[in-house]
């Protein structure tokens, strides 16, 4: 985390920015309360199962959430700071199991604050999974090592360009739920011609009889066009 606030130049009167999303490997009581001295945010999993089943006894009232039920309690430990705890129930092999989570956020229900939680990275899924069958980097080999290094830079460049294409022009369009590897398969590969006049783009045809044709000039459009 130090390493983290070196790189980014986070100095202090910036750490009340920004939120740190915590599995529960790094959901100690002595970790968020670091975070937390730090002015930092937080919304994390609790790291102890006995904890959470505890908690669960406490629970009221439980709300419904995807597979899974919500329920808010008190925090048990003191931070010096306010913070909001709940606990999630599931069903898994016919019994209930607990987790709870904590979060600084001012969010409006139990339900805000889980997807708050499940928007945290997961790079190993998004990432490299992700780059290994969509940019076939698992298939790319070079015998060298530095021209292997450079390759793997080559796929990060491209990662990050097809996740801002994907934020600039693919969400809410029928092409949101699409990864590296259908929107360079599926999306990138309809046939098309680009018209420039010098070094602006004029103009952007694709195949008509392609199916994705008509919705994909729309989100071109957005793209080309977003500020």
């Not at 980097?137 to 294409?165: E, P, S, Y």
Request: aromatic share 8%; with cysteine.
């Amino acid at each position: 985390m130090l390493a983290t606030e070196t790189a980014l130049e986070l100095a202090p009167e910036r750490h009340k920015r920004v939120v740190w999303r915590l599995d529960g490997g790094a959901g100690s009581d002595a970790q968020l309360q670091w975070l937390l001295d730090r002015d930092y945010h937080v919304i994390a999993k609790g790291i102890s199962n006995r904890r959470a089943q505890a908690l669960a006894q406490q629970v009221t009232r439980w709300d419904s959430y995807h597979d899974a039920w919500l329920g808010e309690v008190p925090s048990p430990v003191d931070f010096g700071r306010p913070v909001r705890v709940w606990v999630k129930r599931r069903l898994k092999a016919g019994d209930y199991v607990h987790s709870y989570y904590v979060t600084t956020l001012t969010l409006p229900s139990k339900g805000a604050m889980m997807a708050a939680y499940d928007q945290r990275g997961g790079a190993e899924v998004e990432q490299f999974r992700n780059d290994k069958s969509g940019l076939s980097l698992a298939v790319r080999r070079k015998r060298r090592f530095f021209a292997q290094q450079g390759l793997v830079l080559l796929t990060d460049l491209a990662h990050n360009l097809l996740a801002n294409f994907h934020h600039r022009a693919l969400i809410d369009s029928p092409f949101d739920g699409f990864g590296p590897q259908r929107i360079v398969r599926d999306l990138l590969a309809v046939p098309g011609q680009a018209v420039f006049e010098g070094s602006q783009l004029k103009r952007i045809a694709l195949l008509d009889s392609h199916p994705y044709a008509e919705h994909l000039l729309i989100c071109l459009e957005r793209c080309c066009t977003d500020d």
